[in-house]
Every structure is written in structure tokens, then in C-alpha cells.
């Protein structure tokens, strides 16, 4: 029995692999109509998708895949409307003709999408990764086939994807990553941002507002926080370093290891620290509350502010001056 459902298996894939190299490369370009301003919405069942902001007006559309067939495995709309353009890809059939068509084995499908910079842009997609750059607009991407990368950004992003990574870079405006499938890399929101993952760490480089992060796959490394900061993690260290000047306070706890603060020691906070596996320990000016303990810390700097609490149930907390304040 298992020997023929090792070949029921192997000549599944020959046949797979043979049909793909069979077939020639799939080919579609179209133009549509959209203004600066507009709105372009693309939700596609396969495929990823690489879109730019580049276009003076109009949005065009390039779809290339290893299969000549795409079109007779997918229904394609191409739509005009007032102050936007849409574009629909659905799979025809159920879930086991995209298995059969690639949707399991990849069939190189992607979206090349120019539009004008000015558009908000709404992209969703089971098929692939998605990659967004030079938008002036609120910007809205979900995959579950892959990961996303968003740069350049001049509005709010909200990305989610449940196959990948998280990238962004370069967000004026708030942000939102969401994954269950990777780790998170963050750099240069001038916004607040919330970033959440299951599936690895998340590290963040200069966030003008508040900041919230949360992981259960791995660590949580802050820098540059211009605001607030609540970051948790049950899969690794807490790190977050304060620019110069915050004294908005925040949340930092770990039950996977050691928790890290450094501030601006000029600035006012009231601070709650305690592990549970480790020690607390600060080289700052804290005026003690209550009484004196390894384990924990309650206190003032510069006569108390904002609240800081920090908690470790897998390693020490450390409170430390910021050996670099500049403010971002």
C-alpha cells in the first residue's frame, strides 16, 4: 500500500512538472483609465503582485505566467469607474482545480500594476507576495501566498498576510502589519504603528508615535521610539530604546527572555519593574518607592511621570541611559 501511494505520488508530480514545461509563457496587458486621486483595487485569486506609483495617469495592468491557459483556468475583469479602476481574477472551479492548475506548485504568475503616484490602492491576493512603492495614499494589502514589502509610502498602510514576512519602509502615515507567517522589519514610520506576528521576530528602527508589537516567534528590538512603546513576547527578548526627549512611558514584557529600556535620563517617568527570572537592575537616578529588592524596582526619575512598566518571567530587566538620544 505504501509503495503504490509513494508512486501515486511521484507520477502526480512528473505530470505536474511535465504540463508546466510544456506550456508556453501566458501574456495579458491592459490599460485603464485612472486619474491622479483615484482609487485602483485589484483582488486576484493567484499571482503576486508588484505595483508602483510611476504613472503620470492611467493604470496599466501585466499579467505573465508559466502557463499559456491562465485565462482559461481564471475569469478576468478589467473595470472602469468613476474615480477608479478594478481589477478581478478568480479562480473557475473549486479548490482541487487550483490544485491541479499551479495554485499548490506555483505557476509564476505576477501582476506588474503602474499607476499614477497619487492613488489609493486596495490589493489582495492567495497567490503570492506583494510588493508596493511610491504611493501617495492610503495603501491596503492582504496575501495569504506570501510576503509583503512596502516602501515609500506617503499615507496610511494597513498589511496583513498569513504566508510571509513583513517589510516596510519609508510609511508617512500610520501603519498596520499583520502576520502569521513570518518575521516583521520596520524602518522610518512617521505615524503609529502596530505590528503583531506569530511566526518570528520583530524588529523596528524610528517610529515618530506610538508603537504597539507583539509576538509569540521570536524577540521584539526597538530603536528610535518617538512615543509610546508596548511590546510583548513570549518567544524572546524585549529591547526599546527611547529617542531623546519621550517620556510617554509604555510596556515592555517577555516570558521568553530578558527585557532592555534605555531612556533619555532628562526625561520624567515613574517606573514598575520586575522578573521573575532574573534581576532588576538600572544605572539611572530612580528614587526608590517602597522597599529595596533584586527582583524588582518602583520608583521616580526626575520626580516621576509617565508610566513605565516592564516585566520579565525569562530573564533580567535592565534600565539603562541611552548611549544615543538623537531625536528622529
Known sequence: MFTRMKLFLALSV????????ASADFKLERRLALEPGGTFI??????EVVL????????????????????QKYDFRFEEVAGGATVTVKRRGGWLSGWFDGGWFGNRTRFDVHVPMKTTVNVSTSGGGINVSKITGHVGVRTSGGGLRIEAVEGDVNGSTSGGGVRMRDVRGNAVARTSGGGIEIANVQGTLRAETSGGGITIDGVTGDLYASTSGGGVNVTAAGGRVEAHSSGGPVTARFVA??????????????????????????????????GVTTDLPVTIQGRISNDALRG????GGALLRLR???GGVRITGATTTARR
Request: without cysteine; charged residues 20%; glycine residues 18%.
Open 14 to 21: 512528473v505530470l505536474v512538472f511535465a504540463a508546466a514545461t
Open 245 to 278: 526627549g519621550n517620556a510617554k512611558g509604555g510596556v515592555l514584557s517577555t516570558s521568553g527572555g530578558g527585557v532592555r529600556a534605555e531612556l533619555d535620563p532628562t526625561v520624567k517617568l515613574s517606573i514598575d519593574a520586575s522578573s521573575s527570572g532574573g
Open 52 to 71: 508602483t506609483g510611476d504613472s503620470t495617469s492611467g493604470a496599466t495592468v501585466n499579467v505573465t505566467s508559466g502557463r499559456d491557459d491562465l485565462d
Open 300 to 303: 521616580d526619575l526626575n520626580g
Open 42 to 47: 485589484l483582488e486576484t485569486d493567484i499571482g
Open 312 to 314: 520579565s518571567s525569562g
